[in-house]
């Protein structure tokens, strides 16, 4: 488009901070909701995502938001699962500026349950060692990403459409690469290696006993001829 850009990486409680300042002009990977609705416009969503509630290892019955009432439940500050969870009664929540503190506050027990979105908590959870201390309870919200203007400047969303409609979908391609890897090609199943190492271990004490066989044959026929 030719409009220069710039970014300000901001923890999410400042970024809308910013947006509703003026001090950012638009606000990525937002989920649209009744109430920010009202004060801006929204583009077309661009990737779903889910978010969900998780539970430290050990903790059962969480199954429901009814069952987080009287637990502490962390979530990141202005997150639109800390809005409905405040909606579904759930009131003892424990803000935190970002995921990466909300983990580490829930690896230190201050919290036994936590809101995040899926994949920045599958990420964060492996990433710090924590994959086989916390357990998903279950999907909150299934709702897309969007980027989102002031509703007073709606020619500011038509020009960053414009731009992310230029982008042609090998470019697409090559940044979700470059973010997220090349997936793993899965590797043999271990049911069918083990299937397979008995199967050849069969095979060979088949082979063992005729070779044993035919040697006894052998030598019967040859005590005859003699």
């Not at 995040?116 to 908590?121: E, F, L, Q, R, S």
């Not at 897309?144 to 960053?160: G, H």
């Not at 992310?164 to 470019?171: C, H, I």
């Not at 899965?186 to 199967?199: C, M, R, Y």
Request: hydrophobic share 45%; with cysteine.
């Amino acid at each position: 488009t030719g409009v220069s850009v710039e970014l300000l990486g901001l923890p999410w409680n400042r970024a809308l901070e910013a947006m509703d300042t003026g001090r950012a002009e638009v606000l990525d990977t937002v989920f649209l909701t009744s109430e920010r609705s009202q004060k801006w416009a929204f583009a077309p969503p661009y990737a779903i995502i889910q978010s969900a509630i998780f539970h430290r290892d050990g903790l059962s019955g969480l199954r429901t938001l009814k069952d987080l009432r009287g637990y502490l439940v962390g979530v990141k500050a202005g997150d639109a699962g800390a809005d409905a969870l405040r909606e579904a009664g759930v009131g003892s929540l424990v803000e935190y500026p970002d995921y990466a503190s909300l983990i580490d506050g829930s690896a230190r027990g201050e919290v036994l349950a936590f809101c995040m979105d899926v994949p920045p908590a599958t990420h964060f959870l492996l990433a710090k060692g924590l994959g086989t201390q916390f357990r998903l309870a279950f999907v909150l919200s299934e709702d897309s990403f969007r980027r989102a203007v002031s509703r007073d400047n709606p020619e500011t969303l038509i020009l960053v459409d414009r731009g992310y409609g230029l982008m042609t979908e090998s470019e697409v391609q090559e940044i979700t690469l470059r973010w997220r890897g090349h997936p793993l090609k899965p590797g043999p199943d271990l049911s069918t290696v083990i299937a397979a190492v008995v199967a050849a271990l069969i095979l060979i004490g088949l082979l063992v006993g005729l070779v044993h066989f035919l040697v006894r044959r052998v030598k019967s026929q040859t005590g005859q001829l003699e």
